[in-house]
């Protein structure tokens, strides 16, 4: 059989580890949650929309405590008891290896608030908390202790709080945390009911912490200029924080160069040391074959001098043989004179002796055989004598020499080793000096190195005090225009409150003024142009009178022609009649001039009207489109709360369906659905 793979184990240890602890709780465990088990490890226990029952919740809790696998817990939308989720909590207090936490849409209360306070106090590992759709504002207290919590905190990272009703009381807890929190980075407050109060917490809050870098504040009714500033407080923190990640880098990118430099320096240092080793090494390995040779050689003498005792001994014996020998021959010389003097004195007595001489000459000739035999023994003793002195001479020359040699190879051994002193005595100052300048050089680096981080360190420092100078300037200042701001913007929100329900007022009003001005003039316009009318009648009247006059004036003219005509005789009887015909011929026409006039001054007041209704007419076309432009942004506005609305009801009827099909599962799992009456 295959051995199983470290995951499978894993999965079948935490499988084993949760069916256990059920167990123990006497609960059956939940399908769902063994799913989840069986799926391959990535890190990360998935259980969302799961409805978790108390004993699961505290198996789980159990089984977090010690286990090192899962990194990321999401429990969203999984409507957590309050019981439930402080086991759950409790489990987390103790973990080490979790970094990811998400309780989204669980509708904690105030026992949860306090858990995850006790949470956020205790466990020093998670860093991302997502906390959205929980109503954790409602309970003031239970989220000052969460507060408190999130500002004993040293680890997290994001912080997720939209939609938890928080007020502007929660905001100023919010602040009092962040003043204390050294690692929270980003945090999401969107959509809740902080208002202006929170607003201003929240930005008086910001110059004491230098971590945070995003606050995300839409939905909330807090003011623009509110706004702008936490954005300002957010680019300036952030703008610290890159300074502050440069300057660690160039720290880091500084030592990582010391720690190189050091390195080469041990490195050279090290190759030295190894070098001076090796060359005492060869010495000692020089030194040793050298000894080595000496002993042998020193054997060799030895054995040279025990060959020269052995031939002294044998040339000693050889000189005492020959010594015996020529004792010897001696002997036989001196026995050869008896005997020739007895053979003279034999020869002198008588031939009687002739047996005397017989035996005489035997040993006269045994005796020239002894002598002859010794002196050829003496000849070989002399050759051996030689022989051996010459291997003496050869002896003595080889030893001479190789005493020369050794002499030599001493005085050899003697220099070399002087030399290699001498050149152990060169590198090590060598070496020394090449270290000391080395030393002095990486001292001198590490010096320009530090002044350089130093300078740079102070020109950081002074410039930060510089802009923390300025940052304390511009945010005394800032405060200053903003509280003076904030107190301009109070009287010219109640000013503009006022100025606006005066200006309703007064434009409802005036509007009111308008419209039954607009139906009067609308009223006069029709008074007017009945009267225009009339006018223009009567004009057209006495257009058509005064025609009628011209005619008859013409006439009267064609008819004073022919009276002059007629009555040129009677000019002086009919003078006065003519003069008086004349006279009311002038009346006349100035009775249709006078009529012309007043005619003229009609069509007048008719144009002035007509301007006058144009103008009001424009003012109120373009209060209408005012009013239209209102109108339409107040549709918008309104068209934004419906879709806002229909975003809020929609994510609720999604809560509702996913409660629903929990409570569903919830009532199908439960062993009281066995127990429930058919319908």
């Known amino acids: 059989m295959r051995a199983r793979s470290p995951t499978r184990g894993a999965m079948e240890d935490l499988q084993r580890a949760y069916s256990r602890l059920c167990k123990e709780s006497g609960a059956e465990p939940q399908e769902a949650v063994l799913r989840q088990l069986q799926q391959p490890l990535q890190g990360r226990l998935d259980l969302t929309g799961q409805s978790l029952t108390v004993d699961t919740c505290w198996a789980l809790g159990k089984l977090l405590q010690n286990q090192t696998v899962w990194t990321e817990l999401i429990l969203s939308d999984c409507m957590l008891s309050e019981e439930g989720l402080t086991m759950v909590l409790q489990g987390l207090c103790a973990n080490t290896v979790m970094r990811l936490v998400d309780l989204k849409g669980n509708n904690l209360r105030a026992a949860g608030a306090e858990a995850l306070g006790k949470l956020l106090r205790q466990n020093q590992s998670i860093q991302s908390l997502t906390l959205e759709w929980n109503n954790l504002g409602t309970w003031e207290d239970a989220f000052a202790t969460f507060c408190r919590g999130l500002a004993a905190n040293s ?16 905001a100023e807890e919010l602040a009092l945390a962040l003043r204390g929190n050294t690692t929270l980075q980003h945090l999401d407050l969107r959509w809740n009911n902080i208002g202006l109060l929170g607003g201003r917490s929240l930005v008086n809050c910001l110059p004491s912490n230098r971590t945070l870098w995003r606050l995300d504040l839409a939905g909330n009714n807090v003011p623009g200029d509110i706004v702008r500033a936490v954005e300002q407080a957010m680019d300036h923190n952030q703008e610290q924080h890159t300074a502050f990640q440069e300057s660690q880098v160039r720290t880091h990118i500084l030592s990582r160069e010391v720690q190189h430099l050091q390195k080469e320096r041990s490195k050279q240092f090290v190759d030295l040391m190894e070098t001076i ?15 080595v040779r000496m002993g042998q050689l020193q054997e060799a003498l030895n054995e040279r001098h025990s060959i020269i005792k052995s031939l002294k001994a044998k040339l000693q014996m050889t000189e005492a043989t020959l010594a015996l020998s020529d004792q010897k021959a001696q002997d036989l010389g001196e026995l050869l004179a008896t005997a020739e003097q007895k053979h003279r004195l034999g020869q002198q007595v008588g031939t009687g002796l ?37 291997k003496v001479k050869s002896q003595q020359e080889q030893l001479f020499l190789t005493r020369q040699e050794l002499t030599h190879t001493s005085a050899e051994l003697k220099m070399r080793t002087v030399e290699a002193e001498e050149r152990l005595d060169m590198e090590k100052r060598r070496a020394r000096q090449s270290l000391e300048d080395s030393e002095k050089l ?29 940052r304390l300037s511009l945010e005394e200042e800032l405060s200053r225009v903003k509280a003076a701001a904030l107190s301009e913007r109070g009287q010219a929100e109640e000013e503009l409150v006022k100025a606006r329900n005066q200006a309703r007022l007064e434009e409802q009003q005036h509007l009111a003024h308008m419209e039954e001005k607009l139906r009067l003039l609308a009223q006069a316009r029709d008074e007017a142009q009945g009267v225009c009318t009339q006018q223009k009648q009567m004009v057209a009247d006495s257009q058509a009178r005064a025609s009628q006059l011209h005619l008859q004036v013409e006439g009267q003219q064609r008819r004073l022609e022919e009276l002059q005509q007629l009555l040129s005789s ?65 549709r918008e506005k309104l068209r934004l709360k419906e879709a806002e609305i229909a975003r809020i009801r929609d994510e609720e009827a999604q809560r509702a369906s996913f409660l629903q099909n929990a409570i569903l599962t919830y009532v199908q799992g439960s062993p009281l659905r066995s127990l429930s009456p058919p319908k």
Do not use: P, W
């Open 155 to 170: 680890a997290l990272q994001q912080l997720d709080l939209r939609n938890n009703q928080i007020s502007h009381k929660g």
């Open 277 to 291: 080793d090796k060359q005492r090494e060869e010495m000692a390995k020089n030194s040793q074959a050298v000894a």
């Open 354 to 390: 002739q047996a005397d001489r017989q035996d005489a000459a035997e040993r006269e000739s045994k005796l020239l055989r002894d002598l002859s035999a010794t002196n050829e023994k003496n000849l070989l003793l002399r050759n051996q004598v030689d022989e051996l002195e010459r």
């Open 442 to 470: 990486h001292v001198k680096e590490v010096e320009c190195i530090t002044r350089q981080l130093e300078e740079s360190q102070k020109a950081m420092q002074e410039r930060v005090h510089r802009l923390e100078a300025l």
């Open 570 to 634: 009677k000019d002086q009887e009919k003078v006065a009649e003519v003069s008086r015909v004349r006279v009311e011929m002038q009346e006349q026409i100035g009775r249709l001039q006078a009529e012309l006039a007043g005619q003229e001054s009609l069509k007048e007041k008719v144009a002035a009207l007509e301007r006058q209704l144009k103008v009001i007419a424009s003012d109120h076309r373009e209060a209408l489109l005012d009013k239209e432009s209102e109108n339409a942004s107040l």
